[in-house]
């Protein structure tokens, strides 16, 4: 099968396009033959071997899983053994696993769920990672709660906006001039161009501040937080923290301070399962969370695919099709 392929650390230059064998689910395991996949900044940061730090647990010399990629959409081609009833042959799926840049890849069976029935693959495939980003991070939300997202305009954040309003909060958006009616689009209430406005000095305080971007200091993200509200920390780019320790510089912080803070610091990782992708298709199907995609390209064009993604401004989502 054709796979996206790297063997050392780098720029996008270093993924190749190549036939590799065609993997064999085990135990436990579904085949899926990937439809479409999209692209998430985690695709870069591993490829890069971005911050340094990360390679602890990445790999030393290059990645250890070498196939990049890790949304799918697509349809189980093969189950492997022990996996009866719950998901069979001929099913269209979505899901998040390492290796998404290929014409098939394995996936353990409590890793992919079914699509959303209204979506095509290449809408499903932009969910899996950002939704989940956007659901964990946002689905304690309370109606009429204020919200702001830092990063709005983003693959992670025109999802948050969505989940944001799903669970009737008022969401304030933070962008660039250019996406402020996108952002507005999918349901903003407010939207703060950051080009001309410091959204950090508008006076404005919210119960939960969503960071996509991590350029802003500790303490500025929590002023712009009630007494009890909470801080939800995503990472972001290496805009500020080196290549070190990058995103991590903020998340360090935030896991420092949390026990200290009566405001909630709260470092997000999320997970995939089962359920959050139960929960994202529902909202799918309820028309509450509709994919935006900027562009799609070919599996061959997946290293332009990435080079779109890493420049930092991306609009919505960016597709990958096998
Ligand atoms: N912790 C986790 O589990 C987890 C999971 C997924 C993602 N993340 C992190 O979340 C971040 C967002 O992911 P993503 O997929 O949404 O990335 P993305 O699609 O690459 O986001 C790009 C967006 O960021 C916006 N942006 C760039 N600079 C900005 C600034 N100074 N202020 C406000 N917005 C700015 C851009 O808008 P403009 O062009 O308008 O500037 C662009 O629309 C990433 O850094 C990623 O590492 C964390």
Not at 244 to 258: H, S, V
């Amino acid at each position: 099968m054709k796979a996206i392929v790297q063997d050392r650390y780098g720029s996008a230059d270093v993924l190749q396009l190549r036939e590799v064998e065609r993997p064999v689910p085990a135990a436990g395991e579904v085949l899926v033959r990937v439809r479409a996949s999209s692209v998430n900044a985690a695709d870069w940061h591993v490829m890069r071997g971005d911050p340094y730090f990360a390679r602890l647990f990445l790999g030393w010399k290059g990645p250890k899983t070498r196939i990049r990629g890790r949304d799918f959409a697509g349809v189980v081609e093969e189950v492997g053994p022990g996996v009866s009833g719950m998901v069979q042959v001929g099913d269209e799926v979505f899901g998040e696993v390492e290796g998404a840049f290929a014409e098939y890849v394995r996936v353990p069976v409590h890793l992919v769920a079914h699509k959303p029935s209204n979506l095509t693959f290449e809408q499903a495939a932009t969910l899996p990672l950002a939704g989940n980003t956007a659901w964990t991070g946002l689905r304690e939300v309370q109606a009429g709660q204020k919200v702001l997202i830092n990063g709005a305009s983003g693959g992670v954040g025109l999802m948050a906006v969505q989940i944001a309003k799903a669970r009737k909060a008022v969401v304030t958006g933070v962008c660039s001039t250019r996406n402020v009616e996108q952002v507005r689009s999918v349901g903003a209430d407010h939207v703060f161009d950051y080009r001309t406005t410091d959204f950090t000095r508008s006076g404005q305080i919210y119960d939960v501040v969503f960071d996509l971007v991590g350029n802003r200091s500790m303490a500025e993200l929590r002023a712009l937080l009630t007494p009890d509200g909470t801080l939800v920390l995503s990472g972001g780019g290496s805009f500020t923290g080196g290549v070190l320790f990058g995103p991590y510089r903020l998340i360090i912080q935030g896991k420092l301070l949390a026990s200290f803070s009566r405001q909630r610091l709260v470092v997000l990782e999320a997970k995939p399962s089962k359920e959050n992708l139960a929960a994202l298709r529902e909202l799918a199907e309820s028309g509450k969370l509709v994919p935006v995609i900027e562009r799609t390209y070919p599996l061959t064009d997946a290293p332009d695919a990435i080079r779109h993604v890493e420049s930092r401004h991306a609009q919505a989502k960016v597709v990958v099709t096998a």
